[in-house]
C-alpha cells in the first residue's frame, strides 16, 4: 500500500513516540541503548534489489564498473552457482523466479520463460511476502523484461512497471525512488543480456553493455543517497545476476560461465570489501525479508536464508587447505577444490574401499562445486544446489574412471561425538543430494555413548532437499555420533553438508 509523504510522516513519529520511551527505559533497566542504539531504531527500512540479466561475474575485471565496484568495496561479494539440467537451464524464467522466491526451480517449477506450471501460489515472491506481513509497505518493481513485472512479481505488489529498454527502466525507477515513499523496489537491466546473446562475453560489445549498466546503477544509487529522507532511512542494497553466458553468446547449458552468478550486498551487516563462499542467489528474497524484521515461515520451505544467519560448518574450514587436481586433467591446472583430509572431529573409514581409482575420490571426500560438478558435466551433479561452500561427497561413478582393485565403492563418513539430553528427543539435519544410476545405497546411523549404530534413514532412491530427522535419545545418553556410509558399483553419487545434531 502507498502512503502519503504526510501520512507515513505521521505513521514515523507515532513509531518514534512509541519507540523513544522503551528506548529510555531500557536504559534505565541498564541495558545498552546509547544514542547510536535509539538513532537505529527509528531508522525505517528500505531495500532496493537490482538485477543485471546475464551478468557474467568473471568479466567484471575487464569492465570499467566503478559504481559496482564501489559497492563491493563498501560491503559483501559472493560468487555462486546455479542448477542446470535436468533441473532446469540457465534462463531467465528460473533465474528470476529463484531469485525472487527463494525456492529452487524443483519447487518453484519455472523450467523455460514460457512459465508453464509455475507454482507462484506456493512460493510467492518476496515482496508479496512483504505485503501480506504489512500491507502498508510501499512496494515497486520495473522490469525491462516483461514478465519481471507482470509474472514474476505477483499483483499484491504497489507498482509494476514495465521499461521501453534499460534507459527507460532505469528513468522510471531513478523517478519513483525520488519522489515516492518506496520502501521495497526491484529494478531489472536487460541490456546485458542482449549484448551477451549477440556477442558473447568474449566481446568488446559485452563489456560495453556492462559499462552502461553500470552507470545506469550509479544513477539509481544516486537517487536512493538523495532522497531527503535518506539519513533517516536504513537501506540495504543488493545487486545479482539471474545466469551468465558463454564467450561465443548464449546461455541455458552447463559450462562454467553460464551457470556462475553472483551477489553483491551493501548495508549493515556487510563488512567492506568482504568476501563469501557460501551465499546462494535464492539467499535474496531471505534477505530482503529479515531486513524488514520478517523471519520465514518454516511452512514456507524456503531453500534460501537471510545472509546474516549463515554460518560456516566444519566442512567449509577446509577451504584453505583444498588441493589441486591430481587424476581430474579436464579440469583448470590451478584450480583448488577437492580434499580427502577430515576437518576435526571427522574421520573416513576407508577400510572396505579397494585400492587405485580417481584419487580425488576415493572414498568420502571434501570438494567445491566448481571443482566436483565440472569435474563432469551433463551427470546431474549440477543439481547439487543445496549444498554450500565445501561439502562432502561420495562419487562411485567418477571414482571409477581409473583402475581399481576388485570390489565395490564402500566408504563411511563418520562424524564427531556432539552432546544430547538424554530421554528427550534430537533434530539430526543436513543437506542432501543423493542420485542413482546404478547399483548402490545410502545409509545414515546414529550411534549413543560409542554404543551400537542404528539406523535413521536409508536412501535408495533419487532425493534433493534438506532433511530434518527426529530420534529419541534414550535415557542416560550424553553424546550421540552421526555416520554416512555409501556403497556403489559405478553408479552416481551421494553429497551432505551443513550437517546439525540439536537436543
Given at each position: 500500500m502507498h502512503l502519503s509523504p504526510s501520512a507515513r510522516a505521521a505513521l514515523v513519529g507515532t513509531v518514534a513516540a512509541v519507540l523513544l520511551p522503551l528506548a529510555v527505559s531500557a536504559h534505565a533497566a541498564g541495558a545498552d541503548a546509547g544514542p547510536s542504539a535509539a538513532t537505529a531504531a527509528v531508522k525505517r527500512p528500505k531495500s532496493l534489489v537490482i538485477g543485471v540479466d546475464g551478468a557474467t561475474f568473471a568479466t567484471f575485471d575487464q569492465a570499467k564498473m566503478p559504481r559496482v565496484k564501489g559497492l563491493m568495496a563498501a560491503g559483501m561479494t559472493a560468487t555462486g552457482n546455479l542448477y542446470a539440467n535436468p533441473m532446469a537451464p540457465?534462463?531467465?524464467?528460473?533465474?528470476?523466479?529463484?531469485?525472487?522466491?527463494?525456492?529452487?526451480?524443483?519447487?518453484?517449477?519455472?523450467?523455460?520463460?514460457?512459465?508453464?506450471?509455475?507454482?507462484?501460489?506456493?512460493?510467492?515472491?518476496?515482496?508479496?511476502?512483504?505485503?501480506?506481513?504489512?500491507?502498508?509497505?510501499?512496494?515497486?518493481?520495473?522490469?525491462?523484461?516483461?514478465?519481471?513485472?507482470?509474472?514474476?512479481?505477483?499483483?499484491?505488489?504497489?507498482?509494476?512497471?514495465?521499461?521501453?529498454?534499460?534507459?527507460?527502466?532505469?528513468?522510471?525507477?531513478?523517478?519513483?525512488?525520488?519522489?515516492?515513499?518506496?520502501?521495497?523496489?526491484?529494478?531489472?537491466?536487460?541490456?546485458?543480456?542482449?549484448?551477451?546473446?549477440?556477442?558473447?562475453?568474449?566481446?568488446?560489445?559485452y563489456l560495453n553493455a556492462l559499462e552502461t549498466a553500470d552507470t545506469e546503477i550509479g544513477r539509481i544509487l544516486d537517487a536512493v543517497t538523495s532522497r531527503p529522507t535518506y539519513a533517516d532511512e536504513d537501506w540495504q542494497i543488493l545487486v545479482t545476476a539471474d545466469h551468465g553466458h558463454k564467450p561465443t553468446g548464449g546461455h541455458g547449458g552447463n559450462t562454467p560461465g553460464e551457470r556462475q552468478t553472483f551477489v553483491i550486498a551493501k548495508g549493515a551487516g556487510f563488512a567492506p570489501g568482504s568476501v563469501r563462499h557460501d551465499v546462494k542467489v535464492t539467499d535474496v528474497a531471505p534477505t530482503v525479508l529479515s531486513h524488514f524484521g520478517i523471519a520465514p515461515d518454516p511452512a514456507w520451505q524456503l531453500d534460501g536464508r537471510a545472509i546474516g544467519t549463515l554460518a560456516p560448518d566444519a566442512f567449509d574450514a577446509l577451504r584453505p587447505s583444498l588441493r589441486t587436481r591430481v587424476d581430474e586433467l579436464g579440469l583448470p591446472s590451478t584450480l583448488k577444490g577437492w580434499t580427502t583430509t577430515a576437518p576435526?572431529?571427522?574421520?573416513?573409514?576407508?577400510?572396505?574401499?579397494?585400492?587405485?581409482?580417481?584419487?580425488?575420490?576415493r572414498g568420502w571426500s571434501f570438494a567445491t562445486d566448481e571443482f566436483w560438478t565440472n569435474a563432469a558435466l551433463g551427470q546431474s551433479r549440477e543439481t547439487n544446489v543445496r549444498a554450500r561452500d565445501v561439502f562432502a561427497v561420495a562419487?562411485?561413478?567418477?571414482?571409477?574412471?581409473?583402475?581399481?582393485?576388485?570390489?565395490?565403492?564402500?566408504?563411511?563418513?563418520?562424524?564427531?561425538?556432539l552432546a544430547v539430553t538424554g530421554g528427550a528427543s534430537a533434530t539430526v539435519s543436513y543437506a542432501t543430494n543423493y542420485k542413482v544410476d546404478g547399483p548402490q545405497t545410502g545409509d545414515v546411523y546414529i550411534s549413543f555413548d560409542g554404543g551400537p549404530r542404528q539406523l535413521l534413514r536409508?536412501?535408495?532412491?533419487?532425493?534433493?532437499?534438506?532433511?530434518?530427522?527426529?530420534?529419541?535419545?534414550?535415557?542416560?545418553?550424553?553424546?550421540?555420533?552421526?555416520?554416512?556410509?555409501?556403497?556403489?558399483?559405478?553408479?552416481?553419487?551421494?553429497?551432505?553438508?551443513?550437517?546439525t545434531l540439536t537436543s
Amino acid at each position: 500500500m502507498h502512503l502519503s509523504p504526510s501520512a507515513r510522516a505521521a505513521l514515523v513519529g507515532t513509531v518514534a513516540a512509541v519507540l523513544l520511551p522503551l528506548a529510555v527505559s531500557a536504559h534505565a533497566a541498564g541495558a545498552d541503548a546509547g544514542p547510536s542504539a535509539a538513532t537505529a531504531a527509528v531508522k525505517r527500512p528500505k531495500s532496493l534489489v537490482i538485477g543485471v540479466d546475464g551478468a557474467t561475474f568473471a568479466t567484471f575485471d575487464q569492465a570499467k564498473m566503478p559504481r559496482v565496484k564501489g559497492l563491493m568495496a563498501a560491503g559483501m561479494t559472493a560468487t555462486g552457482n546455479l542448477y542446470a539440467n535436468p533441473m532446469a537451464p540457465t534462463s531467465s524464467g528460473p533465474g528470476w523466479s529463484t531469485i525472487a522466491t527463494g525456492v529452487w526451480p524443483d519447487k518453484h517449477k519455472v523450467v523455460d520463460n514460457a512459465f508453464t506450471g509455475a507454482r507462484y501460489d506456493l512460493y510467492p515472491d518476496y515482496a508479496t511476502r512483504l505485503e501480506s506481513a504489512d500491507p502498508t509497505l510501499d512496494t515497486l518493481v520495473v522490469g525491462t523484461w516483461g514478465p519481471i513485472p507482470t509474472t514474476v512479481f505477483g499483483p499484491a505488489v504497489d507498482a509494476r512497471l514495465g521499461g521501453v529498454g534499460d534507459a527507460d527502466t532505469t528513468a522510471t525507477a531513478v523517478s519513483r525512488l525520488s519522489t515516492t515513499d518506496a520502501d521495497a523496489a526491484f529494478v531489472h537491466l536487460d541490456d546485458v543480456d542482449a549484448a551477451g546473446h549477440a556477442s558473447g562475453t568474449g566481446s568488446q560489445a559485452y563489456l560495453n553493455a556492462l559499462e552502461t549498466a553500470d552507470t545506469e546503477i550509479g544513477r539509481i544509487l544516486d537517487a536512493v543517497t538523495s532522497r531527503p529522507t535518506y539519513a533517516d532511512e536504513d537501506w540495504q542494497i543488493l545487486v545479482t545476476a539471474d545466469h551468465g553466458h558463454k564467450p561465443t553468446g548464449g546461455h541455458g547449458g552447463n559450462t562454467p560461465g553460464e551457470r556462475q552468478t553472483f551477489v553483491i550486498a551493501k548495508g549493515a551487516g556487510f563488512a567492506p570489501g568482504s568476501v563469501r563462499h557460501d551465499v546462494k542467489v535464492t539467499d535474496v528474497a531471505p534477505t530482503v525479508l529479515s531486513h524488514f524484521g520478517i523471519a520465514p515461515d518454516p511452512a514456507w520451505q524456503l531453500d534460501g536464508r537471510a545472509i546474516g544467519t549463515l554460518a560456516p560448518d566444519a566442512f567449509d574450514a577446509l577451504r584453505p587447505s583444498l588441493r589441486t587436481r591430481v587424476d581430474e586433467l579436464g579440469l583448470p591446472s590451478t584450480l583448488k577444490g577437492w580434499t580427502t583430509t577430515a576437518p576435526g572431529g571427522w574421520t573416513v573409514d576407508n577400510s572396505a574401499m579397494p585400492t587405485g581409482g580417481v584419487t580425488e575420490w576415493r572414498g568420502w571426500s571434501f570438494a567445491t562445486d566448481e571443482f566436483w560438478t565440472n569435474a563432469a558435466l551433463g551427470q546431474s551433479r549440477e543439481t547439487n544446489v543445496r549444498a554450500r561452500d565445501v561439502f562432502a561427497v561420495a562419487d562411485s561413478d567418477e571414482w571409477d574412471d581409473k583402475a581399481h582393485g576388485a570390489g565395490q565403492f564402500d566408504s563411511t563418513l563418520v562424524g564427531p561425538a556432539l552432546a544430547v539430553t538424554g530421554g528427550a528427543s534430537a533434530t539430526v539435519s543436513y543437506a542432501t543430494n543423493y542420485k542413482v544410476d546404478g547399483p548402490q545405497t545410502g545409509d545414515v546411523y546414529i550411534s549413543f555413548d560409542g554404543g551400537p549404530r542404528q539406523l535413521l534413514r536409508s536412501y535408495r532412491a533419487d532425493r534433493n532437499a534438506f532433511e530434518r530427522l527426529t530420534v529419541a535419545v534414550p535415557a542416560g545418553a550424553t553424546t550421540a555420533r552421526l555416520s554416512f556410509r555409501y556403497t556403489g558399483t559405478n553408479s552416481a553419487f551421494w553429497t551432505i553438508d551443513q550437517v546439525t545434531l540439536t537436543s
